[in-house]
């Protein structure tokens, strides 16, 4: 195997080899944190659409509330330590970090004060004349009273209510708990005098409760908050003791967990260290209901030490997100989406899959290999179906069970020598975790990088991990100062006597949640140069050594950004000399500054540009001699769009790649990723026909303006076309 004789290494940055003038303008560049947040609006918009089930909609209500949770948890607590350090470091726009911080705040007061507009104004309503209804305290009848009280006294003995005094100071609040602020008049069992006091609510508790009809009398679907529970026999905690207020709050942490990876010698037992910590970091942002007296917010703010861009007053429970529990609750399928089933595609109709329609397998659930630790048996060898041509399958319109089924196809083949796995996010209770656990015991040569940083799945990653090495597998925790970020399978399988190489590439993780969930793609294929490729970049994440020449796959932090400037630039080249030219690129995120510029550049040179990105965008269409060829767009649906696909026209000989990378700086330089070329002529027409869906809908398309907002993409009369719906096999009205 020999060396790259160039480096791989791309020493491109965002601050290296100046750009011309026109493309490094500051008002040229959109705010990447201010792009992430204004894609909470386009979420939140989904609630309003009449054309979606009401309990959809308000998924997607709780969905915004989610998004911005973790927002709050990471950008905006990495801006508040820049500020709070003077740190000077600032984006192409050239905004300072407590400028970026100010213009959050405002969005974001705005975007709290919409959702619970939405929630109180528009969905309770519908929901109530559907006769789905969230009882207020006022309405309860005396025997919705009389079993709400029974249900809180058996409560009681698993909360702790606590008084403020020199003996119990504040407490600890659990990051995004829900809690209430009491305050007491009289004097207690002690002769204590009354003050505050601080009611934590268990996690463990639902926040919806549902009322049982027989035994209160009223409909099978009236629901009570559990903030409204405890507010109404919150004095049952403290007798004897007047009650003059009880507020309801949350407070939202920093919780991006800190490693020093020089310093440290087990990166799994610093990170299970900083886990602890994580559920009581610095407070970003407080929640309060907004008829809480200015004494008592006064003395939260100060308790958690945020400013009055952080505290917001909400018109209704202060976790929104908990109300997502409703739609598993609700037995209402016309209230949801109808059903939907992944095809399998032609080329396996003939194997165990031939029903072309199959449901997805179960999620959160221990599967058989679990408890038995057998692999289910199959009546065919996938890996004939992958010697005969390539596999495209496209999540979730085609099923995720064919990855399944090529794990654990492998893991129980004979011929089977060794399985190489990358592993960012599988959720508990992952098949494929138990596949690979299975086969370790079994004896085969497993391997598995299992990339512990991947965020707010830290524990259940290391659980993987733990149980990997307990069955005998080789796991490694990635390259310090790189998250391992790609998304690949390696099998090799004795042939006669040759060793055979089967790859899996996808864009999405191996988590069979958000399979039905997200829209990715998944690659098949024995080419023998691709094989090559994974087998060689498994040898550089697991082993030591100079980087090594890679035949097709472009990966992140080596080619993959200067592979992708040079492929821009051929295009811009193409178009300065007539012939064809035009790029459209799928994918989450667009915020690295040289691929901007290049983008730019390409444009200017004539370039039709097409940009499909779902969530941040730092690039500004449409700008006179900058940016006129360039048409982004964002598409947000009953899916959330994440496959990433590349397409370079190359004047006559068009490229098609997917890739795991997003064009943001992390993915490109502190991230192992992998771009790959789909070859095959059937499949790279397909995804060009796929991206131009996207292109034409006007159902669930977001355009976005110059000035940085986005509107919604009109039909005009004609017919409505929506991606999603396209590739589900229904044609969109």
């Known amino acids: 195997m020999k060396e790259s004789k160039e480096p791989r290494v791309s020493d ?56 911005l949770d973790e927002f709050y948890e990471i950008r905006v607590a990495e801006l ?56 207020p305290r006022h309405e309860w009848t005396k025997k919705q009273t009389a079993w709400l009280r029974s249900h809180f006294q058996q409560m009681m003995s698993i909360i702790s209510p606590m008084g403020l005094d020199p003996a119990h100071p504040f407490p600890q609040i659990l990051n995004k708990s829900l809690n209430f602020l009491v305050s007491l008049k009289g004097k207690d069992a002690f002769g204590r005098k009354g003050g505050m006091a601080i009611v934590q609510t268990p996690r463990l508790l639902p926040r919806v409760v549902q009322l049982p009809p027989q035994e209160t009398g009223g409909d ?10 405890i507010h109404a026999f919150v004095d049952e905690l403290f007798l004897q003791m007047e009650i003059t207020g009880c507020h309801q709050f949350r407070v939202t942490r920093n919780s991006d967990l800190y490693v020093d990876e020089e310093e440290i010698e087990d990166l799994r037992r610093a990170i299970e260290s900083e886990l602890l910590s994580r559920r009581y970091g610095e407070a970003v942002r407080l929640e309060v209901t907004n008829h809480c007296t200015e004494e008592m917010l006064a003395f939260l703010m100060d308790k ?24 598993d609750l609700l037995d209402r399928p016309d209230l949801k989406y109808p059903p939907f089933f992944p095809s399998i595609p032609k080329q396996l109709a003939h194997t165990k899959f031939s029903s072309r329609r199959v449901a997805e397998p179960l999620i959160n659930k221990p599967t058989s290999t679990a408890l038995t630790g057998k692999l289910p048996q199959s009546t065919f060898n996938i890996f004939e179906e992958i010697r005969k041509k390539d596999i495209l399958l496209h999540h979730p319109f085609e099923s995720f069970s064919p990855v399944l089924e090529f794990i654990q196809e492998a893991c129980r083949d004979e011929k089977v020598l060794a399985i190489k796995q990358t592993l960012y996010r599988t959720g508990d209770h992952s098949a494929i975790v138990d596949a690979l656990v299975a086969a370790a015991r079994a004896g085969k040569e497993i391997t598995v990088v299992d990339e512990l940083r991947a965020r707010f799945d830290e524990e259940i990653n290391i659980r993987s991990a733990t149980r990997l090495e307990e069955a005998g597998a080789h796991v490694v925790y990635g390259v310090v100062g790189y998250k391992v ?64 020449a890679l035949n097709k796959v472009l990966d992140s932090p080596f080619n993959l950004h200067p592979a992708l400037l040079t492929k821009i630039e051929r295009e811009a080249q193409n178009a300065l000399a007539g012939k064809p030219a035009r790029i459209i ?45 360039i048409r982004v767009r964002s598409i947000v649906g009953r899916f959330l769009e994440h496959g990433r696909v590349l397409y370079f026209q190359n004047n006559e000989h068009p490229e098609v790649f997917c890739t795991s990378a997003d064009w943001m700086y992390r993915n490109l330089f502190r991230r192992i990723e992998t771009c790959f070329p789909i070859e095959a002529p059937k499949l790279r027409k397909r995804l060009i026909e796929e991206l131009e869906y996207y292109l034409e809908d006007n159902t669930n398309a977001w355009e976005l303006l110059a000035d ?26």
């Open 12 to 67: 491109a940055s965002p601050q290296s080899a100046a750009a011309p003038e026109y493309v490094s303008k500051p008002e040229h560049f959109i705010n990447w944190q201010l792009s992430q947040l204004e894609f909470n609006w386009r979420v939140l918009d989904q609630a309003l659409d009449a054309n979606t089930p009401l309990l959809e909609r308000l998924k997607f209500l709780c969905m915004c509330s989610i998004n």
């Open 80 to 135: 508040k330590q820049k500020a709070a350090l003077s740190v000077a470091e600032m984006g192409p726009e050239n905004l300072p970090p407590r400028e970026v911080l100010s213009a959050i705040g405002q969005r974001a007061h705005a975007l709290v004060a919409e959702q619970y507009r939405i929630l109180n104004d528009i969905l309770f309503p519908e929901l109530a004349q559907e006769h789905v209804r969230f009882v």
């Open 220 to 229: 099978p679907h009236d629901f009570v908050f559990l903030s409204s529970i």
């Open 304 to 327: 958690f030490g945020v400013v009055q861009q952080e505290m917001f007053r909400v018109n209704g429970p202060v976790n929104l997100h908990r109300l997502m529990r409703l739609y």
């Open 485 to 548: 970020h790609a998304k690949m399978i390696l099998v090799i399988r004795q042939e006669g006597s040759e060793f055979r190489n089967y790859v899996h590439l996808g864009t999405g993780n191996y988590h069979a949640s958000t399979t039905r969930l997200y829209t990715d793609y998944s690659l098949f294929t024995c080419d023998e140069a691709m094989g090559k490729d994974v087998h060689r970049l498994f040898l550089e994440i697991t082993s030591l050594g100079k980087p090594m």
């Open 585 to 629: 690129v799928k994918m989450n995120q667009l915020t690295e500054l040289k691929i901007i510029q290049s983008l730019y550049q390409a444009s200017q040179a004539g370039v039709k540009i097409d940009l499909i990105i779902r969530a941040m965008c730092s690039l500004r269409p449409g700008l006179p001699k900058v940016s006129e060829n």
């Open 708 to 733: 940085g907002s986005y509107q919604r993409v009109e039909r005009h009369g004609g017919r409505g076309v929506a991606a999603q719906s396209i590739l589900m096999g229904k044609n969109a009205e």
